[in-house]
């Protein structure tokens, strides 16, 4: 494209290279130049042009078959997104409607339940009432002791001693003579009230050797009354355990295999 | 010195304006530069070789960046348009590059 003609005022060679460009920077300007300066500047508006739309990056730049990839890139994240979309309205429905709150409900009858067994909620249903009347002396801790195992071997689900509620903490004692339920001392005649099958539960304390027995030896007296509605109100307060933390579900021993779980740590 | 002031100005106005560029020519527009500086640079070195002619240098930019313009459009015709489109922008970097040496020659005679 550059042929060697040679131009009218074409300088030496042998001038240095600047001393070439700062002699024709000083030329005057003639017609043929001023075209020259017309393309150079359309090349310089081309390419502020074009570097522009390079770097805006639309796809108006792009071509067919890139627009194509672009296209199909869009409906992979499309399909992607909606799959994506489906799985959260199903949780979104799941959390909603029934399961959760189901979920719920078996959580509070579950509360229910163990607060009744740990003493923290009044139980109420059929069961026995034992009046004991004492003799001075004549009652040990054992024997209160002997009646709860009896009453709880039964099926007792809720017991009360004298007004205190009976749970997996209770103890007993023997202190001057009388028998203390966690300190307190049991007065001459209490009732020791029970709640499950009345007709298991009186059997348990009629037994030959039983509690009924057992007291009678000891100058005291019981006598087992069945109901059918009976109320124990008692409560006991609910202690979180200071030593024993919940094990992690996977190693829980379902009951009937329960060998001791050696703990990891 | 008028080149340099037009070059100068084109860059100018193209940064103020900022058009965006025809649809039809948005294939031809890149390759279409290209071919132009190749013809800027040429020009450079006959200008410093002491055998530069504007009427030359006038020639040669219109047809280079006719003949960028042509082979762009028959590969995408033929379906090979962005293959050509490499393969021009490859020889045309390739001569900048032989001309640009050149260049240096004359300036730094190194």
């Known amino acids: ?17 600047f001393e070439v460009l700062w002699r024709v920077l000083r030329r005057r300007p003639g017609r043929g130049q001023v075209l020259v300066a017309v393309l150079l500047a359309l090349l310089g508006f081309a390419l502020a042009t074009q570097v522009r739309a390079t770097a805006a990056g639309g796809l108006s730049t792009l071509r067919q078959n890139e627009l194509v990839g672009v296209l199909d890139d869009v409906a992979q ?12 309205e199903t949780t979104r429905d799941q959390l909603a409607s029934g399961s959760s709150a189901a979920a719920l409900e078996e959580a509070e009858q579950r509360a229910r339940t163990l607060g009744v067994l740990a003493g ?33 071997d039964a099926g007792a689900e809720a017991i009360e001693i004298g007004g205190i509620r009976v749970t997996s903490a209770t103890w007993f004692s023997d202190v001057d003579g009388a028998v203390t339920v966690e300190g307190t001392p049991l007065p001459a005649t209490f009732e020791v009230v029970a709640i499950g099958d009345p007709a298991t539960l009186a059997a348990a304390m009629d037994i030959p050797g039983g509690v009924l027995d057992e007291l009678t030896q000891n100058q005291s007296r019981g006598v087992v009354t069945q109901s059918e509605d009976l109320s124990i109100r008692s409560l006991r307060p609910l202690r979180a355990p200071q030593y024993a933390r919940p094990a992690p579900a996977a190693t829980a021993v379902a009951p009937g295999e329960s060998s001791p779980v050696p703990s990891s740590g | 010195m008028i080149a340099a002031l037009g070059l100068v100005v084109g860059l100018i106005a193209g940064l103020i304006l900022q058009p965006t560029v025809p649809l039809g020519l948005q294939p031809y527009l890149p390759i279409a530069v290209v071919a132009a500086l190749d013809a800027v640079f040429g020009g450079l070195r006959a200008l410093l070789d002491g055998v530069f002619d504007d009427k030359v240098f006038v020639v040669s930019f219109i047809a280079n960046v006719l003949v960028a313009g042509v082979i762009v459009f028959l590969g995408d015709q033929l379906g090979v348009g962005s293959q050509l489109s490499t393969g021009v922008v490859v020889v045309l970097g390739i001569r900048i590059f032989s001309n640009v040496a050149s260049i240096r020659r004359h300036l730094f005679k190194a």
Do not use: F, K, N
């Not at chain 1, 494209?1 to 290279?17: R, V």
């Not at chain 1, 994240?77 to 959260?88: D, F, K, N, S, V």
């Not at chain 1, 909620?121 to 009432?129: F, H, K, M």
């Open chain 1, 1 to 17: 494209m550059t042929s060697p003609e040679p131009a009218a005022s074409a300088p030496s060679p042998a001038d240095g290279g």
């Open chain 1, 77 to 88: 994240r499309q399909a992607r997104l909606q799959a994506e979309t489906r799985q959260l």
């Open chain 1, 120 to 152: 923290t909620l009044p139980a109420r249903g059929p069961g026995i009432v034992l009046g004991v009347t004492s003799s001075p002396g004549g009652l040990r801790a054992t024997i209160v002791l002997g009646a709860v195992q009896e009453l709880r």
